[in-house]
């Protein structure tokens, strides 16, 4: 294992992984986000106002961008997730998700749970979070530390606030977390070859990029062996049309959408 732990992923919620990836693949990665953006997918959207740098993401990319399909099967971001998780038999992939803020970006990725946007239900997920470029401390990807013990919360939309994905009522509201003394924020500072690692629950958000340099991230998504599909009643984010139609709710996500990456059985 040529990489180091910081932090406890089950207690915590999250851990950053020193060390993750050597630079062979972290030029992989660059080359690969840098591909999405040069092609960006219908997926794709901007997450900040207009007189506001770019906050670009896209999602679902790994088919048609070559080096990002090579970098989700020969890094061992999956290995890693194996590791983390500890209960699995093997580990799936999800999604990719390409983030990217460009210098003076002033917008702050809000706080919010990723698996309620999720068609998915389970325990034993989490994601990757991989910079190509050095993230300040305070730029970074930042938790509630424990949240993923806790309740679901009502998903919104980042620039708007609108319940797009479940209906108003049906899950809880997100308290005040900035500031509030009972709540414990972490986070690390990064640099390329660094990631850090989250559960689908956990309470996260990140900062603006107020600098003359980008923050390039390619995040990466895994599933558990216990994770089933749900048949949302609305589109989910992301989308994966017609994929009610190959699988029943509550079926195991075994679909070449979602292909083993990792896996102990023989």
Known sequence: MGYTIEGDFWRDGA???RGAFTPEQVDLARRAVDANLADLSPLAKRASGSDDGAFVEDFCSWQRIPELEEFIRTSPAAAIAAHLLGDTAEVRFYHDHVLTKEPGTRQRTPWHQDQPYYNVEGRLNLSAWIP???VPRESVLEF???SHLGPWFMPRTFLDGQAKWFPEGSLVELPQIDGNPELEI?????EPGDAVFFH???LHAAGPVPGPHRRRVVSLRFLGDDMRHVVRPWTTSPPFPGL???LADGAPLDHPLFPVLWSARP
Do not use: H, K, M
């Not at 972490?186 to 990064?190: D, E, Q, S």
């Open 244 to 246: 009610a139609d190959e």
């Open 186 to 190: 972490i986070g690390w500072a990064l």
């Open 144 to 146: 509630v530390r424990g």
């Open 15 to 17: 851990a950053c992984v």
């Open 132 to 134: 190509v470029d050095p």
């Open 200 to 202: 689908g629950l956990t």
